[in-house]
């Protein structure tokens, strides 16, 4: 049973920086994708950045802010975010995509202060 356990969100000031964490336990290949996605209220979830073999990508909101990295050895993915603002406060959800689902992990709250 895979398991993904998001860490690292918290109350920042416009400008500033956090780094979200995502430990993933279980049957995981390298071959997944993982990702970021993030949901503010009254909103639809939405794809912050991906990462796999072939491609990194990012939304165009979080682009040039953003880097999504992974560590395979450690089954682990992270979430560097600089500049914040206060759109990008939201909670932030853990992604594992396989060839048969989807796995999310239980969110972290992310808050920007203006």
């Known amino acids: 049973q895979v398991q993904l356990v998001e860490s690292g969100g918290g109350l920042v000031q416009t400008g500033g920086s956090l780094r979200l964490s995502c430990a993933a336990s279980g049957s995981i290949s390298s071959r997944d994708t993982m990702g970021w996605y993030r949901q503010a209220p009254g909103k639809q979830r939405e794809l912050v950045a991906i990462?796999?073999?072939?491609?990194?990508d990012y939304a165009d909101s979080v682009r040039g802010r953003f880097t999504i990295s992974r560590d395979n050895g450690k089954n682990m993915v992270y979430l560097q975010m600089n500049s914040l603002k206060p759109e990008d406060t939201a909670v932030y959800y853990c992604?594992?995509?396989?060839?048969?689902?989807?796995?999310w992990g239980q969110g972290t709250q992310v808050t920007v202060s203006s």
């Open positions: 990462t796999s073999r072939r491609i990194t």
């Open positions: 992604n594992l995509n396989t060839w048969y689902r989807d796995y």
